[in-house]
């Protein structure tokens, strides 16, 4: 295994760090007060390849590996977890899965506006009883012969209401239990398909999250993704890629602290020396550090194993929970270190912690995460 990047991959990290300091730093502050989704920044970041980074280029995407495709999110995640999560939930948790278990057809259809980010793609599996337990699906898919019909409710659902293609979970079912569960293409604006409660978040706030409402919806029959009843199947696959994004979304979190706490503390003075000359401090650095290390290349061992085709699920929960226990564990520390300043909005460390709260809930929280590892432990 190779422990650096590539020249290609150090072009893809220069571009993106000078676009995201131009492009992305100055408005973080107002998208975040506002809860504005940054819908020209996500614009230009489809123009640059972003929204279909690991997808061939036969159907539009950019043909990178999964190395290439965290980094560039970490990279995003230095200067916005809202960022990084969005283009991450459109890459792995609609895209991937329409790639993956799609016909040619819904591979032709869909994915080329999608990759290029003139659509932007959503999962829809959380429900207000099955959150961590997905396996307790409501929202049901009737088969009418000629259609689907799809009655239920899904909650934080990120990219609700802005996104335009959305890969969605329903019973089909009951009596099966996950092997009832199948999973389904749906366009916005059909009819029947309406949009809840947008959520008021604590962090990733340009992110938008909100309730999806299906009342009597008709889905076509050649929107089935992949085979009936293999919905679950589609749904814990999708989110093992997707645990990849949010393993580097909190990695880039965590190191985005670091580096401005670092720059803060050889500024600031107390005590007549600057924060860097404090032994107790630096130390405490030292220590945030090597855990960001340390997350990074179990993040990067496990986008390996998934570029090359091996299993990769218990080596991406390993990355999740280390990298999203390191982004608050860094971002609580970057707070204390830059004292009342750490506190309010003139400086992103509070943005930064509120950012990575999240990271150890969604997409399979910490103790799941426990749970998987556990599994592989104990098989």
Known sequence: MEFGYSKEQQLVKRMLKEFAEREIAPYCEEWDEGAIYPEESIKKLGELGLMGMPFPEEYGGAGADYVTYVMAIEELGKISGSHAVIVQTHNALCCWPIFTYGTEEQKRKYLPKLLSGEHLGAFGLTEPNAGTDAAM????????GDHWLLNGTKIFISGGGIADIYVIMAMTDKSKGTRGISSFILEKGRSGFNFG???????IRASVA?????ENCKIPKENLL?????GF????TSLDVGRLGIAAQALGIAQGAFDQTATYMKQRKQFGKTLDKFQALAFEMSSMKTRIDGSRFLLYNAAYRKQMGLPFTTEAAEAKLS?????MYVTTKAVQFHGGYGYIK???AERMMRDAKITEIYEGTSEVMKMVIAAEIFK
């Open 226 to 230: 992949g085979e009936l009843g293999r």
């Open 197 to 203: 409660k947008k959520e008021n978040k604590m962090g």
């Open 137 to 144: 699906q409501q929202t049901k898919a009737e088969d009418k």
């Open 210 to 214: 909100r309730e999806l409402v299906f």
């Open 346 to 348: 003139d400086y992103p």
């Open 233 to 236: 199947k589609t749904a814990m």
């Open 323 to 327: 990298c999203s226990e390191t982004a």
